[in-house]
Structure formats: C-alpha cells, structure tokens
C-alpha cells in the first residue's frame, strides 16, 4: 500500500513537470521553428498540449481533398461528413487553393509518412486513445491518431485553424488531461431545452472536444411506465432521448443518465397520485414499496435509454434523512445506514441495466462510513461551486480512500440575472487543478439554473472554460484564453464581448446589486395599496456608468456566428439599465406627485401638466418594458420549450400592468373637475415611494408562526423546543413547538425592507415569527442597529437578548439598539408577537456609513474583499 502511494506520488510530480514543460522544436520543422511557447495565441480552444511553427507561409483552406487509405469506408464517410457540415462557415481567400488532408491511424505513420513520423515519434506515447498528431506543410495536412476519436478531434482542431485564418506551417501533439470531460446542464427547474438547441449544444460542445454530456433531471422526463408525471409542455420522452444519444454519438459524445433519486423529489411528490411515496415533502421513501417500484421502473427506462456506460442516481442535499415518517427506524440503525441501504438498491437496479454508478459525493462527506457500506466500483462526483483557496474539503474524502472521484466545478447561475463567471473560471481552474493532482479520474463541470429566468447562450463562456481546463491545465494558455474563446466562438478578432462580460461582472461589488442577485428583478416597482416602497439608490449612478460601458464594448463585439450569446448578453444588460432607470424614475414621480398635491388649488395648470408629464413618463417606461418582454421571449424560445416560461413573464406582466394602472390614475386625476384637481393618497395609487441611504435587511430565515395562548405569549426557547433542532438554522431546516414541526424557510423582501408577516403567514390569530440572520463584522465594529417592529419584539444577537421593542406601533419609527460586535460573525435573532386584527411587520438595518451586502441571508459589513457566496 505504502509503495503504491509512493509511485502515485512520483506521477503526479510527473505529471505536474510535464504539464508546464515547453519542449523545444520538433527535429526536422524548419531551422528557425519555435517553441511552444511562441505559439500561446494559437487558435485553437482548448490549447494543444504542444505545438510549434515554422517561417513558411501556408494557406488553409476549406476545400479539402481527403486520403484516408487505412481507414474502414465507415470511418471515412463519417469523417468527410463532419468536414463537408462545417465547411460553409469557412471563408476562404481568394487565393486559397485545395489541401491534400490524410488521415491515418498512428501505427501506419511510420510507413506511409516517414517525415511526418521523424516529427511525431516523440509523442507517440502520450496521445493515447482521444489525442492526435497534426501537421500542415508544403501544402498537405496529415493528421494522426489511435482511434476514430483522435482523428475526429485533429479535424476539430483543423476547422479552427482555418476558420481562423492561420498562416503558418504547423505541427501539434495533443492529447486530454482528463479522460472524463463532462458538461452536465440543470433542466429541471427553469428552462427545459427544445430538441434541436439540444442538437446545437452537441455540436458545439464536440468541438471543444468534450466527450460527455448530461442533465440535472427531477421530473422533466416521460418513462412509457409512468408517463403521468412530467410537465405536458416541458419534457424529454424516452424517444428523443435515445435520439439524442445517438445523435451525439456521432460527434464522439455520449449522454449521461440521470435522475433524483432520493431527494429534491417535491415536484412528484406534489402530485396526488404519488405523494404517499413520500418520506417528507422532498424525500422519497425507501421503505415504500410503491416508491421502490416506481425508481425501478423509471431508472430502468432512463438506463435503456442514454448511452453512457454510467448513470447519475443524484442522491445530494437529503436535508430530511432523519426527520421523515421512518425517523424512528432510522434513529436505530443510523443515518448512515439508511442511507446506504437505498443507494445499494439503487446500485442493484443499474447493474440489472449494465450501468455503473455516480452520485454526489456532499452527504457521504457528511456521513463519512457511507462509502464503507457501498461498493468499491461507485463514482463519485464531489461538487463545490466557489472560488476557494484549497479544494481539499471536497476531495480528500474520497482520494485518501482510493475512490473513484471526479470533480465538479460549477457555472453558477442560480438566483442570478447572469452567471457569476469570476468565480466560474477561478473555481473551474482551481478545482481541476487540485482534482488532477489527487486522481480525479473526470472534470464534470455543471449549470445550474435554479430560479429559472435564465439563458444557456449566457453560459457558454464557462463551458469554453472547462473545455480547456479539463483538456489542458497549463497556466501559461491563461493569457490567451479570452482572444482565443472570441475566435473560436464568434469568429471575432477582437475580445470585446469578453470585457463586456467582465465589466458587467463589476456590478458583482456594488451594494444594489451585489452578487448578481435576482432580488433586485423581483423587488416591487409600485408599493401594495397602504404600503410604502423604500428605495436607497446610492448605487445606481455607478451601475449605470458600468452598464453603458459594458453595452458600448458589446457592440463593437464583430461576432459572425454564435450571436445568440450577444443577444443574450445584450437583453441581461438592458435588464439591468432599465431597473436602474425605473427605480429612479418612479422615487421621481412619487416625489412629483406629492409636489403636485401641495400646489394643487393654487397652481392648479402647474399641477395638472406635472400629472401629464408623469403620465406620459410612465407611459414610455412601459412601452420599454414591453419591448424587452418581446426580446426575453424570443430568445427564452429559440432555446427552450413552453414549460416555466409564463413564470419568467410574470415579473414583466406585473411591472407592465402596474405602470399601466399608475400611468391611468395620472392621466385621470390630471383631467379631473375644474377648480381643484381629484388627487388620491399616494399609498393609495402606489405612489407611496421614498428613497432612503440606509440598506435594510431583506433577507431572512423565518419560522413558524408559533400559536400563542394570550396576545402577549412569546415562546421561550431559542431556535426550537427540541433540543436536537435548538441551534442556529439553515434553510429548511426544523424548529418544533408543541409537537409540531415547522420549517426555517428562505425569505426575500420586495418592498425595499419592511417585512409584513401577516401578509407573508397569512395568519390574523396571535401568534409569533422568528427571524434570523447572521452578519460577518469585517471591519470597524458594529455599535448600533435600528429596528422597527410591533411592542414586546424580542432582539437577539449571539444568543443574548439585547432589546425589547416598546412604546411604539410597527411601522411608526425605529428603536436605536446599542451593539458591541467586534470582527467575526454575529448571529441575530428576532421574535415578532402579532397581535389580533394589528400590524405585524419589523424592519432592520444598522447605521448610517455601514455599508453592507449579503448573499442570502448573511450578512457582511464594511467589507473591501467581499466574499461572493457560491450558494
């Protein structure tokens, strides 16, 4: 055991070594060839392990005269074939005259072109079964290989050459760090790709020479055995997956199973006619027989149907393992066990399919006796999205006990108007790397679209980043990564759609839109009717200055093809632009009405033309908003199917209705009886809109509302009766009172801070909320917080009680809370008594000149290296 670890060690410095070696010329390329190293720019994505080229000119051309003398005419059909499909998207120069391309398997080199032999021998041994060897002199390309794959990759390789007009004599040895090269994509909770954007997905991803693709899937999928469950506009049947299979099969790409197998199983479960399979309202039961029953039937089904030689049971973030019906079995025999009971059932089912097993890795990290209860041929795909220093968390479990693991970095879209590629690419890099060197056997880079309003066109720079990672981990191809992607991508000879992307990344630091977060899409424009809308604007100047910045290097982006991705670029950008421009414009109009209602009788034409101004302010407002619907849902179309997209066009009917309503109530009141104008109260109308400096605290865990015996009965406990559950929650996670369970639930605030319990538990009976937050002090210390919240509301923070709300009425004034939190994280706790038929509402912020932002429901303060929270 010892003397394996050793050699294991030994390979990896190796490998390491080899990695960042720049070999010298290849014998025989030209007296003045160069190094690897003069040749960084060359485009091609991902980067060859090696190449060098030489001082002659040479002309690439798309029309190609194929010698493929050692190939079945199979292999040579499908090869042309490949060729012949790209072709058109070449433009040659009119100088360009035909190439002489041959291909050849490896062990006729020798033989059929001894020159290009004397060049290749040195890497002979490395190319193994999907590299290739490529050169392109005195007019004739040869490409090399040990297999079809190999070959089908030197086309790729030669199709971005010529698509990029290269000009030189060349020679490339190339071959994948990673033998397992996977783009898995989330189409379960948001867009479910179209057929066909699927098929552009294939041939795209091929060529960046990526073997495996895959799919988070819960219920988005049609077994002939249980056809009853999927969304009748949003699905992929057994048919088209197996279309799909052999779709990409000829590409050199096979699909990956998979299916949620244990958890996140809500949206079956929500149906009647399967929610007695459930072991909580997110868990399927093991001990159930129909639940078994129905994982038989419909893996057995999806096994059948992709090709892949492993499926993904999924199995992660099973939060409820020991709080469900069967909690009583699972306390006496371990969490663990029950866990590894089912995975073993699962196991069982994929073998009866010739299928292996992958799940994710986070609960056996949890439970670390889990892998001892399974079999020793599992895979596991241990996965972390953030941008981290040491990845060795997420894979040391597995590494140290000789598993197969592969890593799973992450494109990050979730909750997000874009995806956060900063951290993608630092996380894809980082995590590779340290996967690598530890025996990761895959890179399985994954999307996720939780939230549901997003495009894959915004995501293709991430996949072009793990497609070179996960082929080539040299740190020296990092500089000309981006010329290369605009190359390869859009045909663009500048990289000025990737400092779009980039400068739009800078509205990650701002306060207002910290995290890309979608919060600030959700957030209400116009304020319930009796409501106010607080609105701080601090940031807006700022974000708009890096808007139009990002928007003027997007037109100048020169894409010739792939220009779905400007598109979609350009729609998030002008998303943004046009919450900017409402947010200022409507504090502009509440303030102008209120103008108009003081001079109203005196002024009375000054006030009806202020009335027709804003009216017609408004007007033009929405007819945007109409525009950009129009936009979001042509391109939401060009990709996916029908299913969730009226839930992406809700947030625009609203803000397009509310315009409307407040555009109609001007005009109205404007045209109102002589002598004095009808104005209503602006709570009334929605008008009820004042900007403020100060951010409150929108985001909170709540639980309960806990029943009280009398109007003034707050419970007594912490965070939960039981004591298992008595400690600082997590999202989803349990508090009991009475015997009852209630959840800690994610809520976010669209009224700019003042939270309205009894709008939120639609509850009017006594009873209390808890609300809880945590903030990370990461500069000079917190000394006061205000709160504004209904009498008898208890505050905590670390667990001691710090105030008692008194002599007030919730949403009347705040209570100065005095603090002493020093650097470190601060948990707080709030306690809101409702009353009978009276307000429940609380707000929170802390004093003026503390800048803070959050990610979820954590808080931060004050802080110049903020952290960009990967949940």
């Not at 998303?575 to 005196?602: F, K, P």
Request: aromatic share 12%; charged share 20%.
């Amino acid at each position: 055991m010892i003397r394996s670890v050793f050699i294991l060690i030994l390979q990896i410095i190796v490998l390491n070594q080899q990695l960042e070696a720049s070999p010298g010329p290849v014998a025989g390329f030209g007296e003045k060839s160069r190094a690897d190293s003069a040749v960084r720019g060359l485009p091609v994505l991902p980067h060859p392990q090696f190449a060098s080229q030489g001082t002659v000119s040479f002309v690439f051309s798309s029309n190609i005269e194929f010698k493929t003398t050692d190939l079945s005419p199979e292999q040579s059909v499908r090869l042309k074939a490949h060729w012949e499909a790209f072709k058109p998207e070449i433009k040659d120069s009119k100088k360009a005259e035909s190439n002489t391309v041959e291909l050849l398997f490896l062990n006729e080199a020798k033989e059929k072109q001894p020159e290009f032999w004397n060049r290749a021998q040195t890497y002979n041994d490395s190319i193994g079964n999907e590299g290739y060897l490529l050169s392109a002199k005195k007019g004739k390309v040869v490409i090399a290989a040990n297999t079809e794959t190999g070959l089908f990759y030197g086309l790729q390789t030669l199709r971005q050459l010529t698509r990029a007009g290269w000009n030189r004599e060349v020679f490339i040895a190339d071959w994948p760090v990673f033998e397992t090269r996977v783009i898995f994509d989330d189409i379960s909770r948001g867009p479910i790709s179209k057929l066909d954007y699927i098929k552009k997905q294939i041939e795209r991803m091929a060529e960046l020479k990526i073997n495996y693709l895959s799919f988070y899937i819960e219920h988005v999928v049609q077994p002939l055995s249980h056809p009853d469950f999927a969304p009748k506009d949003g699905k992929l049947t057994i048919a088209q997956i197996k279309e799909l299979s052999a779709y990409a099969e000829q590409f050199h790409i096979k699909l990956i199973g998979s299916f949620q197998s244990f958890g996140h199983f809500e949206k079956i479960l929500a149906l009647p006619q399967y929610s007695s399979m459930g072991e909580t309202g997110s868990l399927i039961s093991p001990l159930d027989p129909k639940a078994k029953q129905f994982l038989t039937d419909v893996i057995g089904e999806l096994c059948d149907a992709f090709n892949a030689p492993w499926f993904n049971v999924n199995c992660d973030e099973t939060f409820d393992l020991n709080k469900g019906k069967s909690k009583a079995y699972i306390d006496s025999i371990g969490a663990a066990r029950f866990y590894a009971d089912h995975l073993n059932f699962l196991y069982d089912i994929l073998k009866r399919h010739n299928k292996k097993m992958m799940l994710w890795g986070d609960v056996a990290i949890q439970y670390d006796k889990i892998p001892d209860m399974l079999p020793k041929d599992v895979v596991y795909l241990t996965w972390e999205y953030g941008s981290n220093n040491n990845y060795d968390k997420w894979i040391k479990p597995f590494a140290n006990r000789g598993l197969e693991f592969m890593v799973c970095p992450g494109v990050l879209n979730s909750y997000r108007m874009f995806p956060d590629l900063v951290m993608a690419k630092s996380n894809i890099k980082g995590f590779m790397q340290a996967g690598k060197a530890s025996g990761a056997t895959g890179a399985f880079t994954t999307l996720w679209d939780d939230g549901g309003a997003y495009l894959f066109s915004g995501d293709w720079y991430g996949v072009y980043a793990a497609a070179e990672k996960s082929w080539n981990l040299k740190t020296a191809n990092e500089k000309t990564f981006d010329s290369r992607y605009s190359r390869t991508a859009y045909g663009s000879d500048n990289t000025n759609y990737v400092k779009a992307v980039f400068k739009l990344m800078e509205l990650r630091s701002l306060a207002l839109t910290y995290n890309l977060n979608d919060l600030l899409w959700h957030q209400q424009m116009v304020p319930g009717k009796g409501k106010q809308l607080w609105l701080n604007n601090t940031d807006v100047p700022a974000a708009k200055k890096i808007l139009n910045q990002a928007s003027d290097l997007l037109a100048v982006s020169s894409a010739k093809f792939n220009t779905g991705d400007i598109s979609t670029l350009a729609h998030t950008i002008a998303q943004y632009q046009i919450m900017m421009d409402s947010r200022q414009l409507l504090a502009t109009q509440a303030a102008v009405y209120r103008e108009a209602g003081r001079i109203n009788g005196t002024r009375l034409e000054q006030a009806r033309n202020l009335l027709i101004q804003s009216a017609d302010s408004l007007k033009q407002l929405k007819e945007r908003y109409v525009s950009l619907q129009n936009s979001f849902r042509q391109l939401w179309r060009a990709e996916n199917q029908e299913y969730w997209l009226d839930v992406v066009m809700a947030p625009y009917d609203t803000k397009i209705r509310e315009l409307g309503d407040l555009e109609n109530v001007l005009k109205n009141s404007a045209l109102s009886a002589a002598g004095k104008l009808q104005l209503p109260d602006a709570d009334q109308i929605g008008l009820s809109i004042y900007e403020t400096p100060y951010t409150y605290f929108q985001y909170w865990l709540l639980t309960g509302p806990f029943p009280a015996e009398t109007n003034a009965t707050i419970p007594s406990f912490m965070y939960s009766e039981n004591e298992e559950y008595d400690k600082p929650p997590i999202p989803g996670g349990i508090a009991t009172y009475k015997g009852k369970n209630y959840r800690w639930h994610k809520f976010a605030s669209k009224s700019g801070g003042m939270i309205d319990l009894n709008e939120y538990f639609e509850k009017k009976t006594p009873a209390t909320a808890y609300a809880y937050c945590t903030l990370n002090v990461t500069g000079k210390e917190v000394t006061e917080a205000f709160v504004n919240a209904a009498n008898g509301t208890e505050v905590f923070s670390d667990g001691k009680k710090v105030a008692v709300i008194s002599g007030q009425k919730a949403g009347s004034e705040e209570q100065k809370i005095t603090l002493a939190l020093g650097k470190g994280n601060h948990l707080f706790l709030l306690k809101v008594p409702g009353k009978t038929n009276a307000p429940w509402r609380f707000s929170m912020r802390l004093g003026q000149g503390v800048e803070v932002v959050n990610s979820k429901h954590k808080y931060q303060t004050n802080s110049k290296n903020k952290t960009y929270d990967a949940e």
